[in-house]
């Protein structure tokens, strides 16, 4: 029987960083369970690779707390390791007189969260992004900037192969549980003595391997994007986004550029049916049923999620994904936005009992396990610095039991 001291299990940007920090303070026996074969085929794989600074956030949430030095951390990586990094900044506009306050509240929520960003009028937004518009002032974020998602997870991988501490099994996945420290996988039984559970879109389904996650289920968005054809990309030289509804998780449509140069716009925020259901018929399952029962719970009984799933239809059925884009830039013109295979799927926590969604990182312990049960946005962000909060959750248990 395969056996290590600490099992991890999903080999996204969480479960690697926090392999990462668990071996900075000493651990020497990880192995970590993947189900596919190659990294970066889900959440850590398809996001829009912005490094933000933490400006939508109430303070006192973990995101607000661990954004910013997320952001830092995961740059000085970029740094030393030679990848791909573009500080390119981002701005915040708003389209309309009503969404000032908003703004006003975006800028104050940063402020004390320590996102550095500042307010600016519309002379100069034009200095720093010509062709955008807004109402009278935006806001700018120096800090925010643009990385290359796969290459730090290849990156964190082969750094954390190379200490000879780390093992990995891809494409095994974690299906149940034998007995209390055996895990049941594809491969058969692994034993361990601490189980981490970052399986992203499925770390509901395993925590509940674990007696745990009751309560809660995630559920699947998908966040598509349009690109701009190359001949506009001088259009947006960093990120421009706009003041979104600060009552729903989603960040609402916006262009950003990567670090090739291309711009992206998106992502949508549409609900669908299967945790992978990436095309139209792939991914779906037995579960796509109560995925939709969950969703059409959700609309009765939730009015900002009724609110927000109109809007995403809207933008659906209308074309007003272009209206949206064209709001932050007004020079573009329909054929400039084509479409592009770019999609991913956010896993997003919802309590089954109040239909609320959950806004902010949630951890649960079990007697000999940890479980990330709601790693959103920013998380990819965050990952160094949440990975610092799970490893000290998991040695105070550890040292409060010893
Ligand atoms: C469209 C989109 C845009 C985003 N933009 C940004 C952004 O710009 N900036 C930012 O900070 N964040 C962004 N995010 C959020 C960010 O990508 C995620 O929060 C983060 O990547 C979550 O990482 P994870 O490791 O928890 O999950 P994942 O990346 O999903 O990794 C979980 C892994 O677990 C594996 N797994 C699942 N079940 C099992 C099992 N039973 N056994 C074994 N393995 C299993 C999966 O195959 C997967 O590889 C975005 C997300 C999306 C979808």
């Known amino acids: 029987m395969q056996n290590a001291q600490i099992v991890i299990c999903g080999a996204g940007v969480t479960g690697l960083t926090l392999a990462r920090e668990l071996l900075s303070r000493g651990a020497d026996d990880i192995l970590v369970l ?41 740059r000085d990586f970029c740094k030393e390791r030679g990848l791909p990094y573009q500080p390119y900044g981002k701005v915040i506009v708003a389209k309309t ?73 891809m494409g095994v996945s ?75 998780p989603f960040l609402g449509v916006h262009l950003t550029r990567g670090v090739s140069g291309a711009v992206y716009a998106g992502p949508t925020a549409q609900p669908v049916f299967g945790r992978e259901n990436y095309h139209p018929f792939e ?27 109109k809007e995403e239809v809207v933008r659906r059925v ?14 573009l013109s329909k054929g400039d936005l084509v479409h592009c295979s770019k999609a991913g799927i956010r896993p997003q926590l919802v309590d089954l009992k109040t239909g609320e969604l959950v806004m902010d990182f949630l951890i649960e312990r079990g007697e000999n396990s940890l479980h990330v049960l709601n790693a959103i946005s920013p998380a990819f962000t965050s990952s160094m610095t949440f990975a610092k909060l799970a490893a000290d959750e998991l040695a105070s248990t550890t040292t409060s039991k010893s």
């Open 97 to 169: 007189p009503e969404e000032l306050p908003t703004l006003d509240e975006l800028h104050r929520r940063a402020t004390a969260n320590g996102a550095g960003t500042r307010i600016i009028d519309e002379k100069e937004l034009h200095e720093i992004e010509p062709y955008a518009a807004t109402t009278q002032r935006a806001i700018h974020s120096p800090h925010t900037a643009v990385v290359d998602p796969k290459a730090i997870l290849q990156e964190l991988q082969k750094s954390l192969a190379a200490t000879g501490k780390v093992r990995f099994m």
């Open 34 to 74: 993947e189900k596919e074969h190659a990294l970066g085929l889900h959440a850590s794989g398809r996001n829009s690779g912005v490094l933000h600074a933490g400006v939508y956030y109430s303070p006192g949430t973990l995101k607000a707390k661990l954004c910013i030095q997320g952001n830092f951390l995961m």
């Open 283 to 309: 991914g779906l399952s037995a579960e796509s049923a109560l995925i939709l029962v969950r969703n059409l719970r959700l609309v009765v009984i939730n009015p900002k999620y009724r609110a927000a799933a």
């Open 318 to 331: 209308s074309g007003s994904f272009f209206r949206d884009a064209k709001a932050l830039v007004p020079s």
């Open 174 to 248: 974690a299906i149940g549980r034998d007995k209390p420290n055996v895990l049941a996988t594809t491969d058969g039984p692994v034993e361990f003595r601490t189980f981490i559970n970052a399986a992203g879109a499925y770390a509901d389904v395993v925590a509940r391997m674990f007696g745990l996650g009751q309560g809660y289920a995630l559920m699947p968005f998908m966040g598509g994007y349009e690109k701009l054809r190359d001949e506009k990309t001088h259009l947006v030289r960093g990120s421009i986004y706009p003041t979104p509804d600060i009552r729903n």
